[in-house]
């Protein structure tokens, strides 16, 4: 298909500039060397023109049309016109901070979210639907070479298609970001376009195998594409920057025979945020299923799940937001359902998923009392208690009698240990928590069952790892501090493998170089997190000392470590619960969805017992 026929597609004006775009853009007056960027408090960098120097001052007239003076330091060269909105930032003649940021705002401006950057491809979210992503623009990029198309992640995904056929090797694709930077979305479109090359070459071999899941036949392809909407309702909720944030992480690989034709798919997950089904903060909303199965999809659930009260009077689904702007919790919950179906789970295996959710809001509601001069926790009241047992299919008194007086072993007997109300109230938290996580795990399960398909040789695979995105917090939970110690390994690794060892080849080769430190001041932050006598190491020991506290473990961690660590301070108020950890910031140039960020990020760890673990 020639150019002349991509410009008739709706979607081609979001990826390449038109030719008499391109010529204005081109035309500007421009001269080398008075035409520079500096540095600007609002936006970053604005642009200068250079009036006079002296010494190693330079005087100039910035774009606001005021006169400033700074030090020749600051000034960053200006690209000639000809690379305006260039579609790789690797042609800049001058790449610098300050070009790269114009570029990236230039084209984003002109709504051309995707750039290269030499071998990776930089997304800027538009936070809109963009008609880019439909079968004909896929078409256009499958069998093309990169240099052949605009910049986009059907091309990135195209190559590492073509790479593992023609190089006989596995390919991993790392979509990485912070938190609402797009990750997800691009995820989806990813493993749709694979389905899609699957498709082609299905249909060139004479025609898509289907299997049957007794309404209607579809195929693999189809089924890949219908994790997402079951995974997305377990998995993802709305943070402050996100509707649809993913709070776990997962490794998708799709097998490919030597044909290149779809043999099966099979995903792995990280790192679930177990603590959002009983805790949201201000601004957020519990997981979609939640509230997808309060909605009117299903009339007659509610009345099954013995769901008989507003949904606000649901403590562990109601701290925060109930509903999200744009979204609407009855169409995804039919999306989510017509999935499920898609998968084949069973109509009894929807349900059970959907009383174990039901049971869980129940938990929520249960009370319990202190008995009067007693260290001992009783039921308030087995309404809750009463639904609950019902949904879980259990007896009411046994479940009652598990949470107030459970058994434990001590030695080879099992004796019964009394609770008080606060030892109740987490175990509610835990086991609520770790039944999500159980059923999360056999959804996981049970889609790697159903896209095992056979019959098909499973030669090479393509993994695409999309993992939650950094967040800074005031405060951050746990599963947060995981979520960030993740990330910046991964910047790690990725600085180690692309730029250290790269300057290595060039040493080995005898080429004239520099050495440049891409980022190794990462490395003291992970290994205090991560090393023996480090933070988590110590946290798991004192998971195990009896009657150790919050304060126990921050008394230990500041005798470890102040003082003698670059990364840890105590905090300026004095709060000794709480400590802080100085992180480097991480800004991957990979095929990511997020925008540049300098300077450091600071994590706060909140104290964690043993109990809240």
């Known amino acids: 298909m020639a150019f002349g026929d991509h410009e008739k597609d709706p979607g081609w004006q979001y990826l390449k500039q038109s030719r008499e775009q391109m010529l204005a853009d081109q035309s500007k007056p421009y001269d080398s060397k008075k035409n520079v960027w500096i540095p600007d408090a609002e936006d970053g960098y604005v642009a200068a023109e250079v009036t006079a120097?002296?010494?190693?001052q330079v005087t100039l007239v910035s774009a606001r049309g005021n006169e400033v003076t700074l030090k020749k330091e600051l000034v960053q060269e200006m690209n000639p016109p000809k690379f305006e909105k260039t579609e790789d930032m690797s042609n800049l003649s001058f790449l610098n901070d300050a070009s790269v940021l114009h570029n990236l705002r230039s084209r984003y401006a002109a709504m051309l979210i995707y750039t290269y950057s030499g071998l990776f491809c930089v997304v800027i979210n538009p936070y809109k639907r963009l008609p880019i992503y439909t079968d004909s623009v896929a078409r256009m990029f499958m069998g093309k070479r990169r240099t052949e198309m605009p910049p986009h992640l059907f091309a990135v995904s195209d190559q590492a298609y073509r790479n593992m056929l023609q190089d006989h090797e596995n390919q991993s694709m790392l979509i990485t970001g912070e938190s609402g930077a797009g990750k997800t979305?691009?995820?989806?479109?990813?493993?749709?376009?694979?389905?899609?090359?699957?498709?082609?070459?299905?249909?060139?071999?004479?025609?898509?195998?289907?299997?049957?899941?007794?309404?209607?036949?579809?195929?693999?392809?189809?089924?890949?594409?219908?994790t997402n909407p079951v995974l997305e309702a377990f998995g993802n909720a709305k943070t402050v920057r996100n509707n649809n944030s993913s709070r776990f992480g997962k490794f998708i690989r799709i097998h490919f025979n030597k044909a290149g034709r779809v043999a099966s798919c099979d995903i792995e997950h990280y790192l679930l945020e177990k603590s959002r089904v009983i805790r949201q903060a201000p601004g957020e909303r519990c997981y979609h299923i939640f509230y997808q199965i309060y909605s009117d999809f299903k009339p007659q659930l509610k009345k099954d799940l013995?769901?008989?009260?507003?949904?606000?009077?649901?403590?562990?689904?109601?701290?925060?937001?109930?509903?999200?702007?744009?979204?609407?919790?009855?169409?995804?919950?039919?999306?989510?359902?017509?999935?499920?179906?898609?998968?084949?789970?069973?109509?009894?295996?929807?349900?059970?998923?959907?009383r174990l959710m039901s049971a869980m809001m129940h938990m929520g509601n249960m009370k319990f009392k202190q008995r009067p001069r007693e260290e001992q926790a009783e039921p308030d009241g087995v309404d809750e208690a009463e639904k609950a047992a019902a949904m879980y299919g259990i007896a009411q008194e046994d479940f009652m009698k598990a949470l107030t007086k459970p058994r434990v072993k001590v030695g080879t007997e099992w004796v019964s240990k009394g609770q008080n109300l606060e030892q109740?109230?987490?175990?509610?938290?835990?086991?609520?928590?770790?039944?999500?996580?159980?059923?999360?795990?056999?959804?996981?399960?049970?889609?790697?069952?159903?896209?095992?398909?056979?019959?098909?040789?499973?030669?090479?695979?393509?993994?695409?790892?999309?993992?939650?995105?950094?967040?800074?917090?005031d405060f951050n939970s746990f599963e947060q501090l995981w979520i960030n110690f993740v990330n910046e390994k991964l910047q790690q690794f990725f600085n180690h493998h692309m730029f250290v060892l790269e300057q290595e080849e060039y040493a080995r080769e005898g080429i004239q170089w520099t050495f440049i430190d891409f980022g190794l001041d990462l490395q003291a932050c992970i290994e205090l997190i991560e090393k023996p006598l480090g933070i988590i190491s110590m946290l798991d020991e004192e998971c195990i000392v009896p009657k150790a506290t919050d304060l126990t473990l921050a008394q230990k961690l500041v005798e470890q470590h102040l003082g003698k660590h670059p990364n840890f301070e105590k905090p300026s108020r004095q709060r000794a619960n709480r400590l802080r950890l100085t992180l480097p910031c991480a800004t991957m140039p990979a095929l990511s969805a997020t925008t540049a960020s300098t300077g450091s990020r600071r994590t706060r760890i909140p104290s964690t017992t043993p109990s809240s673990r």
């Open 53 to 56: 120097t002296k010494g190693d």
């Open 185 to 226: 979305e691009n995820t989806k479109k990813v493993i749709a376009y694979f389905a899609a090359v699957g498709a082609s070459q299905q249909e060139a071999e004479g025609g898509p195998a289907a299997v049957d899941t007794g309404e209607k036949k579809v195929t693999l392809e189809d089924q890949i594409v219908q």
């Open 306 to 354: 013995q769901l008989d009260l507003p949904i606000s009077e649901y403590w562990f689904v109601a701290q925060a937001e109930l509903t999200i702007d744009g979204i609407n919790d009855t169409e995804e919950f039919q999306l989510t359902d017509e999935a499920f179906t898609i998968l084949k789970f069973s109509e009894e295996e929807k349900m059970d998923c959907y």
């Open 424 to 473: 109740v109230h987490w175990a509610v938290g835990a086991m609520a928590k770790g039944l999500y996580s159980r059923v999360f795990n056999w959804l996981v399960k049970k889609c790697n069952v159903t896209l095992d398909q056979k019959g098909y040789s499973r030669d090479y695979f393509i993994g695409v790892l999309d993992i939650a995105g950094f967040e800074i917090f």
